[in-house]
């Protein structure tokens, strides 16, 4: 117990609380941008999952992503039920700070990735099949990339890749699987023909607001200590954050010839996904171009690529999956030992091999969350139907799945 620092504990605990906020922040992010019939439906995704994932994590899920590894590729059984995770401290990830905090902290990454993914089926997927999609999900996609990826053995940690807090772990793996799901339930029963504008913005500025807020925790926090690491990665979050807003809200301004709320929304957050893999390797002028570059990218492949063509109802494969990508791969670009010691230099500080290595784990990532995601689907359709009948989607989630309406007739 005489390892454990107190300052160091303090901030991850924070952390820990900003990165739950994230999910109900989602809720209000996603919330906003559907019809006002599937309002309560989008924000139970994200609530519901707080929940779930939260069990999840503390029967089996912490143990299949950070336990001792079988063979580079899972965790092991040996923590199962928290079996073994007390309040002293697991060197092997985290020394100053209880076994208790590490686990908690890196639960809420592992809440809000399959809620990312609910944004993709909004207005259209069965609850009972999120439900049961989401679980499978998290166990057989989300805590093995993760063990690959962070736990100790893991084989993309063994090959080099960076990952600060979550750019492949969580936004690859979310968005990828965001797009397939999309394509399997199809489009929304007169999506491009009828208006299907957000029925209320101000949710989702709220959202965005609450997101950008408990990213610090997202990224800072995975400095695992309160120190001159985790204080470079506040500062690179909100310069990219800042930077994506302006890129999205730029290029959105000249093409439609107004400034957009929701292009603003939209922008701040792939800055934020673009940032997360870089956080703790890269400069703030660094952090500048990632944000520019991800917002700008981002915004391209969301308004001429994937929208019309793919009903990815709220953009998730768009910000996070593209998001999630770019950010990895430049951070093989900008990653520098002077922000980081236990990380290596990137491409621009003479380390072209970096730059492969990032490309290797974003294509064999994306590939699995894609194949896996599709298999879990197709099972969960040919045993309980994935999607809502034709009835029930236009009488909106909130009424035919959970008998309620978010805001009551006068």
Known sequence: MDAINGADTTWVMVSTALVMLMTPGLAFFYGGMVRQKNVLSTLMHSFFILALISVQWVFWGY??????????????????????????PNVDYAATIPHFTFMA?????????????????????????????????ATVVYAPVAHWVWGVGGWIRELGALDFAGGTVVHITSGVSALVCALVLGKRIGYGNESMQPHNATYTLLGTGL?????????????????????SAFVTTNTAAAAGMLAWLGASWMRHRRPSVLGASAGAIAGLVGITPAAGFVTPMAALIIGLVTGLICFFATEYIVRGRVDDSLDVFGVHGVGGIVGAILTGVFATTTVNSAGFDGLLYGNPGQLVIQVIAVAVVAAYAAFVTFVLLKIIDATMKIRVSEEEEQAGLDSSQHGEAAYSEV
């Open 63 to 88: 143990s299949l992503a950070f336990s001792p590894t079988v063979g580079g590729f899972i965790g092991g059984l040996d923590w199962v039920g928290l079996n073994g995770v007390g309040m002293e």
């Open 105 to 137: 902290f890196q639960m809420m990454f592992a809440i809000i990735t399959p809620a990312l993914i609910s944004g993709a089926f909004a207005e259209r997927k069965r609850f009972v099949a999120f439900a049961v999609f989401a679980l499978l999900w």
């Open 211 to 231: 997101l950008w807020f408990g990213w610090f925790g997202f990224n800072a926090g995975s400095s695992l200590g309160a120190n001159g690491l985790a204080a």
